[in-house]
Nanobody, 127 residues
Framework: QVQLVESGGGLVQAGGSLRLSCAAS????????MGWFRQAPGKEREFVAV????????YYADSVKGRFTISRDNAKNTAYLEMNNLQPEDTALYYC????????????????????WGQGTQVTVSS
C-alpha cells in the first residue's frame, strides 16, 4: 500500500521558517517527480514546488520562488520543503504528492497528474 505522510507543519510568525517532510512508503519513488501543493480555506489546491525524479531541477510557483526550497533524499524515500521568510498568505494545508508517470521529463504543476497524496500538514503564519 502506497502511503505519503507529511510532517513539520505548525504555527510560526511572519518571517519565520519551517521545514516540511514527506515520508513515502509502499513504493520506491526515486523514479517519480515529487511535488508540494497547498490549499487555503475557500481556495483551490495550488502548486508550490516540484522536484524532478532525478533531482537537480526544481520548479517553483512565483509566489514562493526565492523563499522555498524543495529537496529529496531517495535513499530515505523522503521529500522536503524548506520554507523561509514565511508570510501570512502562505497559511494553508500543505500536501506532498508523487507523480503518476515515471521519468516524466518536465514535472507537472497540475494536481491531477499526481497519483498519490499525503493527508496534509497545516502551516499557519501569524502577522
Amino acid at each position: 500500500q502506497v502511503q505519503l505522510v507529511e510532517s513539520g507543519g505548525g504555527l510560526v510568525q511572519a518571517g519565520g521558517s519551517l521545514r516540511l517532510s514527506c515520508a513515502a512508503s509502499g513504493r520506491t519513488f526515486s523514479n517519480y517527480a515529487m511535488g508540494w501543493f497547498r490549499q487555503a480555506p475557500g481556495k483551490e489546491r495550488e502548486f508550490v514546488a516540484v522536484l524532478r525524479w532525478s533531482g537537480g531541477t526544481a520548479y517553483y510557483a512565483d509566489s514562493v520562488k526565492g523563499r522555498f526550497t524543495i529537496s529529496r533524499d531517495n535513499a530515505k524515500n523522503t521529500a522536503y520543503l524548506e520554507m523561509n521568510n514565511l508570510q501570512p498568505e502562505d497559511t494553508a494545508l500543505y500536501y506532498c504528492a508523487a507523480d503518476s508517470i515515471r521519468y516524466r521529463g518536465v514535472p507537472s504543476r497540475i494536481p491531477k497528474d499526481y497519483a498519490y497524496w499525503g493527508q496534509g500538514t497545516q502551516v499557519t503564519v501569524s502577522s
